[in-house]
């Protein structure tokens, strides 16, 4: 995660289908982030004009972090039902590490990037 200051606000979506279409048809504020089967997708793009890359955390651990911005909707869904099946494998690998996102309700959450 590049930006262990930014707050995000999050989102739940019912469906990894769903959650594909919002991460690569849509531009979202840095402050965004997506909850899916206990997973968050939070942006840590650089700036809103910037390829659409997300922190994927699951525990309280940092697992994957994806370019959105490069992916369609069909690839994304691959992504992230990759990730939802080996979540668990995932907190096992080197890569993987402890971080503590600043994340709010989504209909509370208020900040510089989303005003």
């Known amino acids: 995660m590049l930006h262990n200051k930014r707050r ?5 979506v019912e469906t990894a289908q769903e959650l594909a279409e919002l991460l690569t048809t849509q531009c979202w504020t840095l402050c965004t ?22 922190a994927v ?39 993987s590490h402890p971080v503590e996102p600043r994340v709010e309700d989504w209909e509370k959450h208020r900040c510089r990037h989303c005003r």
């Not at 995000?8 to 739940?12: F, G, K, M």
């Not at 982030?33 to 997300?54: H, P, V």
């Not at 911005?69 to 907190?91: F, M, N």
């Open 57 to 95: 955390i699951y525990e309280g651990h940092q697992i994957e972090s994806v370019t959105f911005g490069w992916c369609g909707p069909e690839a994304a869904l691959r992504h992230i039902l990759r990730v939802t099946a080996q979540a668990e494998e995932l907190l096992k690998e080197p890569w």
């Open 33 to 54: 982030g997506f909850e899916y089967a206990g997973i968050w997708y939070l942006n840590d793009s650089t700036s809103e004009d910037g390829i659409a890359e997300y």
């Open 8 to 12: 995000w606000s999050l989102y739940p």
